[in-house]
């Protein structure tokens, strides 16, 4: 394999933050540098806090979601996500209080306010999220005293989300709001210990229902005998939220963005979590497995395994096809999360591809260390990317795909290499059995398209 | 006619426009060799980079001095000074616009203060810096653009010799619009200075061999020269005085100031020309009136389908603008005319041809789709014509949607949708037209159906023709 030198790499201030695996730095440095800001100049890929926040609240459906800030946060994030609902649909419309330069200068609680009391009067809705931007930081808007008013004088839910964008990155968001899910969940009276649960069921946390995803994997839970109590936030709604203490186990898909709130419930509503994966085949029959056997339920464990083989026996001939085809080439991933880097890396494997670079915006340590683990020597590890570093490393590795998201693609087309979306905007699912084949033929669409015979040379 | 004054609104539902840096980014991605930086945190550019990367299909590289905590309480010069080294160590620009972002414009970041200390303490005073101050609540994406514009033309213009170029100064246009625009300046023999140009940076033709930095863009040594030209023609109507580089170059340098529409549609398109004749001395050639025959044939092979359009539109100002003159001039009646832009120059302009064109019309400034979408309803437009956020009205109305203007980040080619010259109107009447015809070819069974027929009616057979 070809070695890489990271001493031509781009910049000095990045150097902990890519690695190669197995290479004698790798060994020397203590471990990947990740969780840390970006770089100034470095044209990072990441987004900010309130970018988060949003992706993680905005599945709430029949929550009015007002951003209080300047139009740039409001209309960069309107609707460009494709979770599905199958009742209300305010979480489509982006509302924002539109700041200007008065409401800089003399503060804008005020407007606030009434934003929250035009929008109640005008929406049939519960329950308002409130997103705090970059300038309301600033300004020291006391967001806080304005819900609370707007909720006592409405009567329903008004929670703060405290996303201002320069307290940290992504990550920090995705802390905002499960603070703000924690806050609706938490019973107006009554002792937490008094909560009844309901036997069987679970919550499913960190699935957004891109593009019916927690429809999908609800089905295989109902049928091996699991309740789905709730999901976060995948086509939710506020009444269905509010019930989350009541189940007997959270299951966590996107740990990125979940794995706090699930340590919450488990401190505050004494509910045990278990961290699962519907991405990929083996993912799914795993993760399938492994909650049947957390119920340790015999009837449930056979009806897990009879679902298991027969979907398996459904799709592995599609996926041997595909195999066949694939088998050899090469993949880069940059994602957001570490957990979905980790998905991908087994699921390539599936079909035979090679990974041999592998980034995320806002990786941990502890996924990192799993994605060393898994990946082959000399792969490159990289942490906050930028277009720079990945055009340096895809090109160098001779990557012949690249998975990522939309500002990723136009790079791996420029550089005539196959692209994969895996972003929120997506219109078909990748998750479980169904989204194996997908994902593969998704894969075999681009990799294996007549196009590139042109645009070799 | 109604002229809706929103500015007392509380809440914008449904935003119609995008922030100020979003639209300083454009004009510095149409300057030879240059990169932007946007002074912020490390959202806004993020996610300006992903809408314009949706919307041109292409790698779209701006900085991000990524201010933290740290930087918004006791100043971010250092990371201005530091994201200015690694953009020059990775990029190699020969320019960098520093925009600003309303993070930095509330701690009261001095970017032109920064920028020249920065340039003297690494000893390079003569570097291009640009700053450009943007915040995010001080205007819409077409300010921001026009702001940037004004500030390229401010900073680097330079007292010249006179010399025979034309200046021709573009709003947010498409990159195909880009390439016509020139096509037709040089079919006139007219020697130029197109600024910005984004024609190739932003759609580029695939080649092997990746460079980070496209090729193309005005030249700075073009732009440096501006001052001396012979003329400035500016497509930009709507523009605020104070935004303006056409009225810049005019009152600082003395250059004669044309301020044009978009030539888009016969009469903008024979004024755009004629004017350049006037300055070159040319005539306009045959293949040009022969272009122009054609779009005329167009005109009348489908008049009596465009009669039947009751149209909303959208966009930037200069755009509507453009749009509604081009609907008018086909029997297509602008019933609500809408922009996201605080501008009172659009009403200015429109209100009384559209008040001759029809009863009942509303001009929009500074507004929202949710009211967009109930001016529609109310006013029966049956055609959309404008950005993709206005999927809306189709979804929710039924208005189908003609996409034009930017962003379109749910449908391929908006880079490469041509809509200027004859060629381009002929090009987008046929987009709008047909648009019209698919939704009554589509829809007429039914109503028709509906309307008259009032027998008892057969079950429905299965089998078609039977
Ligand atoms: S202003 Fe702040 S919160 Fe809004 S998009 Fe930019 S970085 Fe994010």
Known sequence: MQAIKLTDALIEERKNSITVKGSVEAKQKQSLTCDAESVAGCVSQRACVYCGARVVLNPVTDAIHLVHGPIGCSSYTWDIRGSLSSAADLYRNSFCTDLKEHDIIFGGEKKLAFAIDELVRKYDSRLVFVYSTCVVGVIGDDLEAVCKAAAEKHNIEVIPVQSSGFIGNKSAGYRAACDSLLRLIEPNSGDVKDIVKIPDSINYLGDFNLAGEVWIIKSYLEQIGVKVNVAFTGDSHCDALKKAPAAALNIVQCAGSMRYLAQKMEEIYDIPCLNISFIGLQDTADSLRKIADWFSNEAMLKRAEKLIEKKTAEVKPLLRNYRKKLEGKKAAIFVGGGFKAVSLIKQFKEIGIDVVMVGTQTGSQEEYETINDLADEGTVILDDANPSELEKFMTEKGADLLVGGVKERPLAYKLGMAFIDHNHDRKHPLSGFVGAVNFAKEVYSTVCSPVWKYAKD | ?466
């Open chain 2, 1 to 466: 006619m109604k002229k809706e004054n929103l500015h007392y609104k509380n809440v914008n539902e449904n935003p119609c426009n995008m922030c100020m840096p979003m639209g300083g980014i454009l004009p510095f991605k149409g300057l030879e060799n240059s990169m932007v930086i946007i002074h912020g945190s490390q959202g806004c550019s993020t996610y300006m980079r992903r809408h314009m990367a949706e919307h041109f299909n292409e790698p779209i590289d701006v900085g991000s001095t990524s201010l933290n905590e740290k930087g918004t309480i006791y100043g971010g010069g250092n990371n201005l000074k530091r994201g200015l080294d690694n953009i020059l160590k990775v990029y190699q620009p020969g320019l960098i616009g520093v925009l600003t972002t309303c993070l930095a414009e509330t701690i009261g970041e001095d970017t032109e203060r920064l920028s020249a200390e920065y340039l003297l303490e690494r000893g390079m005073p003569d570097y291009p810096v640009i700053p450009v101050p943007t915040p995010g609540y001080g205007g819409s994406h077409a300010e921001g653009y026009w702001l940037a514009v004004r500030k390229i033309v401010g900073k680097l213009a330079r007292e010249t010799e006179p010399h025979n170029k034309i200046n021709i100064i573009i709003p947010n246009i498409s990159p195909a619009d880009i390439r016509e625009i020139k096509r037709l300046l040089q079919l006139m023999q007219a020697d130029y200075t197109l600024l910005p140009d984004f024609s190739d940076t932003l759609d580029r033709p695939y080649e092997r061999s990746y460079k980070k930095m496209p090729e193309g863009g005005t030249k700075v040594s073009d732009i440096i020269r501006m001052a001396g030209a012979m003329a400035t023609v500016q497509l930009g109507l709507t523009v605020d005085e104070n935004y303006s580089p056409g009225l810049y170059l005019e009152r600082e340098f003395g250059v004669p100031f044309y301020n044009l529409p978009i030539p888009m549609g016969v009469e903008s398109v024979d004024l755009f020309l004629k004017v350049l004749s006037d300055l070159t001395g040319n005539d306009v050639p045959e293949c040009l009136l022969q272009e122009r025959g054609r779009l005329l044939d167009c005109m009348i092979d489908s008049h009596k389908y465009n009669f039947q359009g009751k149209s909303v539109i959208f966009g930037e100002p200069e755009l509507v603008y453009a749009i509604s003159r081009t609907c008018l001039e086909n029997g297509i009646k602008p019933v609500v005319v809408a922009t996201g832009s605080k501008t009172g120059r659009l009403s200015e302009l429109l209100k009384p041809l559209l008040d001759e064109a029809s009863e009942k019309n509303f001009i929009l400034e500074e507004t929202d789709f949710v009211t967009v979408r109930s001016k529609s309803k109310e006013a029966g437009a049956n055609i959309a014509i404008g950005h993709s956020d206005g999927k809306y009205l189709t979804e929710r109305e039924s208005i189908p949607l003609v996409r034009m203007g930017f962003p379109i980040h749910d449908r391929v080619g908006g880079q490469r949708l041509l809509s200027v010259g004859y060629t381009g109107t002929t090009m987008f009447l046929d987009r709008v037209t047909n648009k019209l015809l698919e939704n009554k070819h589509g829809n007429y069974r039914k109503l028709i159906y509906q309307n008259f027929y009032r027998g008892t009616g057969r079950k429905k057979l299965c089998c078609p023709g039977s």
